[in-house]
């Protein structure tokens, strides 16, 4: 009998359950229900916020990354232009080096050419100097020899002498 009680409800029972549910319903909409709704809200709205504030973040960033990458193709046009004067120095210093070595070496070769020529005009000179010290001591000797004797003497001055007159007339 007690197993068929608890199949067949009664209409006491049902009432009682029924002003419980009732009951515990009011009380549930009384206080629970707008502070779980408002909960539910705030929720909501603190996961729009985040949601609106993840956009923004990623559109911040995506204008970061931009402003970066501009940044960075600003920086590596610099280093071209930098890269091309210092290029461009070299090149105008090495230019200006071999230019000096070029005028240096020129110099260099047309003092060399010119000690040289020096040096063969000095030689030359001096050889001649020296042919005739031998000559005169050449004609020296010779004359020694031919004119040892006073006749010898007197003939060739009487020679000198005439040819000499012969000049003047």
């Known amino acids: 009998m007690l197993l068929a009680s608890l199949v067949q409800p009664s209409f006491g029972l049902i009432f009682w ?14 206080f629970a229900w707008k502070p779980i709704l408002n909960g539910l809200k705030e929720r909501e709205a603190s996961i729009a916020d985040a949601l609106d504030e993840a956009r923004k973040a990623r559109e911040e960033m995506a204008a970061l990354n931009a402003r970066n990458e501009d940044l960075m193709r600003e920086a590596r046009e610099e280093r071209e232009v930098l890269l091309k004067e ?70 060739l001055v009487n020679k000198v002498m005439a040819e000499a007159e012969a000049r003047k007339s």
Do not use: C
Request: avoid cysteine; charge should be positive.
């Open 17 to 30: 359950m029924t002003l419980s549910f009732l009951a515990v319903l009011y009380i549930l909409a009384k």
């Open 86 to 155: 210092a290029r461009d120095i070299r090149d105008k210093e090495i230019a200006g080096a071999k230019a000096k070595a070029k005028a240096e070496g020129d110099a260099l070769l047309a003092r060399a050419r010119e000690d040289i020529r020096n040096e063969k005009n000095a030689a030359i000179t001096e050889m001649k100097n020296q042919v005739a010290e031998l000559s005169i001591l050449v004609a020296e000797q010779i004359l020694k020899t031919k004119l040892g004797d006073p006749a010898a003497q007197q003939s």
